[in-house]
């Protein structure tokens, strides 16, 4: 109920066959699209990854879907998984440690006001530096209510939201690898067809021979372009969600302060009014002391690395794999190759 959940979609990725010249053709047709692409040198948002993400990629996304409305399976479900990751960070810094330290503050301010165990203060009109020098009850009071608070979220970012992230980053990498092992597939056919494009035509049907290996040529050609792509979107979205996360954490503390700063003034102002035997400056100690020692052991103790437990589960090179393709290498044997044939074929001619 407190996380939310990354279900990633059965992958749509076509794997080509040798026999569909018709679709290489359409890949090919796309190739040329991207090379003739005219990018913004200045766009107009000022993060670098949103520029990335609503020029470029989203150009390239276009071409893919034909123009359609609807978005790339791939990049719509990377940004599904960064909200949901984002979303799930943002309900642990910034909504449930700030709550539970207000919880804290709202349970010492009772027990420092209304002392219903005759712990903390002894005759009422005590001054101000007999209070701070007697006052051990309260800081003992204090710290144990932190302590179970420290345990509470201890427990709820170690065992629940953890294991929430780690499931969703498995899954998403599940869907990546999918995806990749698809385009490394549909890579290899092309690159093949394109290599004996010449025993894939009769004799008598020379006019062919060239269509047949421009089409697989610019297939995988365009496989390698989306490949690169997809490397891009992923780090796009493993950036931001680096990113949203160190703001939320900041945030929550920031978050904490106001409330504990607030929290103190009031409880403090509410206690010079009543009948206390607590002083109101001790009140006030008591809760921005709570408050300094939350924030910083939960902040920066407990709360620490959520990033990293997405990136653990996304291993580089997983997601990373354009170089495994080795585009630079099928080109240079195509050509090579050709060459080759030609200068054979001349010699004989020749000769």
């Known amino acids: ?49 949103e520029t990335e993400r609503d020029h470029f990629i989203a150009e390239v996304s276009k071409i893919e879907t034909d123009g359609a409305s609807e978005e790339d399976q791939f990049v719509r479900t990377l940004k599904g ?13 910034c909504e449930l440690a700030p709550i539970l330290l207000i919880v804290v503050l709202a349970w010492h301010s009772v027990m420092l006001l209304a002392d219903p165990y005759h712990m903390f203060a002894g005759e009422q009109h005590q001054s101000l530096i007999t209070q701070l020098r007697d006052g051990a009850a309260g800081i003992i009071a ?9 345990v509470l979220l201890f427990f709820i970012y170690r065992v629940l939201y953890t294991h929430n992230q780690r499931q969703n980053a498995q899954e998403l990498n599940s869907f990546i690898q999918t995806e990749f092992t698809s385009l490394n597939q549909s890579f290899n056919v092309a690159r093949s067809e394109c290599m004996q494009a010449e025993t894939r035509v009769n004799r008598d049907e020379h006019d062919k021979v060239e269509p047949y290996a421009r089409a697989w040529a610019g297939a995988y050609h365009w496989i390698a372009i989306r490949q690169l792509t997809e490397e891009l979107t992923i780090r796009n979205n493993m950036f931001q969600i680096r990113r949203n996360t160190w ?18 003034a009031l409880v403090s102002w509410i ?11 001790v009140v006030f100690a ?27 589960c996304l291993p580089v090179e997983e997601w990373s794999r354009l170089y495994k393709l080795r585009v630079g290498e099928a080109i240079a044997e195509q050509v090579g190759r050709d ?13």
């Open 142 to 150: 204090g710290l144990i209510a932190l302590g179970v608070a420290f």
């Open 286 to 312: 008591h809760l921005m002391g709570i408050t300094a020692l939350y924030v910083v052991v939960a902040y920066l103790l407990i709360l620490t690395g959520p990033f990293g437990i997405i990136r653990r």
């Open 1 to 49: 109920m407190l996380w939310q959940v990354f279900e990633r979609e059965p992958s749509d990725e076509v794997i080509i066959r040798p026999d569909q010249q018709d679709l290489a053709s359409q890949w090919a047709d796309k190739m040329q699209k991207y090379y003739s692409l005219k990018l913004e040198l200045f766009p107009k948002h000022d993060f670098y990854e």
């Open 247 to 264: 703001l939320y954490r900041v945030l929550g503390g920031m978050l904490c302060v106001v409330f504990g700063l607030a929290g103190a």
């Open 271 to 281: 206690s010079s009014y009543f009948d206390t035997a607590t002083h109101s400056a």
């Open 339 to 351: 060459k080759k044939s030609i200068v054979q074929q001349r010699d004989r001619s020749g000769g």
């Open 81 to 93: 998984a960064r909200c949901r990751i984002n979303a799930n960070a943002r309900t642990l810094y």
